[in-house]
């Protein structure tokens, strides 16, 4: 099946200072990639859509100035978290969209990033 | 809109028991439905997916689901569980283009020997 792996696996920071996630399809294009943010104990909840080239679509609630995405290829999308603080330490997961299979198409998700913000 | 609910938060059994892990779903669209795993600081892994045709869906590690269209459900089932099953489990609905997943809140299910 498709592979999609996302690098840091983890990453410790001090507060104030920037973190960039990868996520990176190995197999296949992925127009779109999706970031998920999970906290403890609780379900994913998408925080933005990814399109290639084109600018990131934020869910309600997310800041983009805050949570920076650019998706530069077809197989690269990176999340840059801006200034981070320790309420944004949190568990973040990836998922690429592979067109190739028509209507059938699903998402494959990444391992995840454990960021923890001190 | 789509939305996914996890009745069971958590589920204990014992090895060798069998399982179920409910799971409802609420679409106005036809769906695509699917069951996640997934271990302790680790990412998801897909245990299965109805996409369409047979509506008993057979996944990896001796999962299965079933598809009920009348009851807008999508239970996740083993005869057998074992002490490795021990995990969160998440039910996630998508539409038919694989846009946006909405995630059921999970059930952690735990193994006891």
């Known amino acids: 099946g498709a592979v999609v792996s996302q690098h840091p696996s983890w990453v410790i920071c001090k507060s104030g200072t920037s973190v960039k996630i990868e996520c990176r399809s190995l197999?296949?294009?992925?127009?779109?990639m999706f970031w998920y943010r999970q906290f403890p104990k609780q379900s994913l909840m998408l925080m933005a859509t990814?399109?290639?080239?084109?600018?990131?679509?934020?869910e309600q609630g997310v800041e983009k100035d805050k949570f920076l995405i650019n998706h530069a290829s077809l197989t690269l999308s990176t999340l840059t978290v801006t200034s981070a603080h320790p309420e944004d330490s949190s568990f973040y997961i990836c998922?690429?969209?592979?067109?190739?299979?028509?209507?059938?198409?699903?998402?494959?998700f990444g391992p995840g990033t454990r960021l923890t913000v001190l | 809109a789509q939305s996914v609910t996890q009745l069971d938060s958590q589920v204990p059994v014992f090895e060798e028991a069998p399982v179920e892990l409910r799971c409802n779903y609420s679409?106005?669209?036809?769906?695509?439905l699917f069951w996640y795993v997934q271990y302790p600081n680790q990412g998801l892994q897909l245990l299965l997916k109805?996409?369409?045709?047979?509506?008993l869906v057979k996944g990896i590690n001796g999962f299965e689901a079933e598809f009920n269209k009348s009851q807008t459900s999508f239970h996740l089932r083993k005869p057998s569980v074992h002490i490795s099953d021990t995990a969160e489990y998440f039910c996630?609905?998508?539409?038919?283009?694989?846009?946006?997943?909405?995630f059921g809140t999970g059930t952690s299910l735990t193994v006891i020997p």
């Open positions: 998922s690429a969209r592979d067109p190739s299979g028509g209507t059938t198409d699903t998402q494959y």
């Open positions: 197999d296949f294009q992925a127009t779109t």
């Open positions: 990814s399109n290639e080239g084109s600018k990131a679509t934020y």
């Open positions: 679409s106005s669209v036809s769906v695509y």
């Open positions: 109805y996409l369409s045709g047979s509506t």
């Open positions: 996630a609905v998508s539409d038919r283009f694989g846009n946006q997943f909405y």
